[in-house]
T-cell receptor, first 115, second 112 residues
Framework: ETGVTQTPRHLVMGMTNKKSLKCEQH?????MYWYKQSAKKPLELMFVYSLEERVENNSVPSRFSPECPNSSHLFLHLHTLQPEDSALYLC??????????????FGPGTRLTVL | GDSVTQMEGPVTLSEEAFLTINCTYTATGYPSLFWYVQYPGEGLQLLLKATKADDKGSNKGFEATYRKETTSFHLEKGSVQVSDSAVYFCAHMNTGFQKLVFGTGTRLLVSP
């Protein structure tokens, strides 16, 4: 595997289910991100982890719970979601969280549908 | 607050036509500017970037120039191909903390 991978690619869940999204980066980076991409809205940054510590949480509802066990893996645990949470969830990684023009590398995303 | 404004899509062009996608931004300080591209079913890929005023980013025939005076970073390509059909996102990032602020994206459709 190369780059940033995400599993599953598609997920359909009911509002009472609990599921998790997984992201893995093979780039040796030390920062990882979760974004939400909804139709006709800008990408929304949800969480940022640097060296496995959360450094940003953009007022995301508690039904989304991130976990970063090491610098290569990032999870997003989901429970009691709402239909408006249906979106494409993108993971990204970078070398550091500060600096001029550091590139973020994105995974292909998980398409989540909440029924 | 910080924001990025892109032209509404879709932009529909014939192959070999000239492309311009407008992007303006609002930010404090001197942000780095980016264009990302998203092909169907894929994540975002960095297309080009510029880190200071008057810099020109270029890649795969696409160009954009960092215009501080007009706070703009318009994307251009002289001759588009069908394979350029995708969604293009303009974004900026302040130097102090790597938080990307994205526009809503512009879908480009190129027909043969």
């Amino acid at each position: 595997e190369t780059g940033v991978t995400q599993t599953p690619r598609h997920l359909v869940m009911g509002m009472t289910n609990k599921k998790s999204l997984k992201c893995e980066q093979h780039l040796g980076h030390n920062a990882m991100y979760w974004y939400k991409q909804s139709a006709k809205k800008p990408l929304e940054l949800m969480f940022v982890y640097s060296l496995e510590e959360r450094v940003e949480n953009n007022s995301v509802p508690s039904r989304f719970s991130p976990e970063c066990p090491n610098s290569s893996h990032l999870f997003l645990h989901l429970h009691t979601l709402q239909p408006e949470d249906s979106a494409l969830y993108l993971c990204a990684s970078s070398q550091g969280v500060a600096g001029v023009g550091n590139e973020q590398f994105f995974g292909p995303g998980t398409r989540l549908t909440v029924l | 607050g910080d924001s990025v404004t892109q032209m509404e899509g879709p932009v529909t062009l014939s192959e070999e036509a000239f492309l311009t996608i407008n992007c303006t931004y609002t930010a404090t300080g001197y942000p780095s500017l980016f264009w990302y591209v998203q092909y169907p079913g894929e994540g975002l890929q960095l297309l080009l970037k510029a880190t200071k005023a008057d810099d020109k980013g270029s890649n795969k025939g696409f160009e954009a120039t960092y215009r501080k005076e007009t706070t703009s970073f318009h994307l251009e390509k002289g001759s588009v191909q069908v394979s350029d059909s995708a969604v293009y996102f303009c974004a900026h990032m302040n130097t102090g903390f790597q938080k990307l602020v994205f526009g809503t994206g512009t879908r480009l459709l190129v027909s043969p």
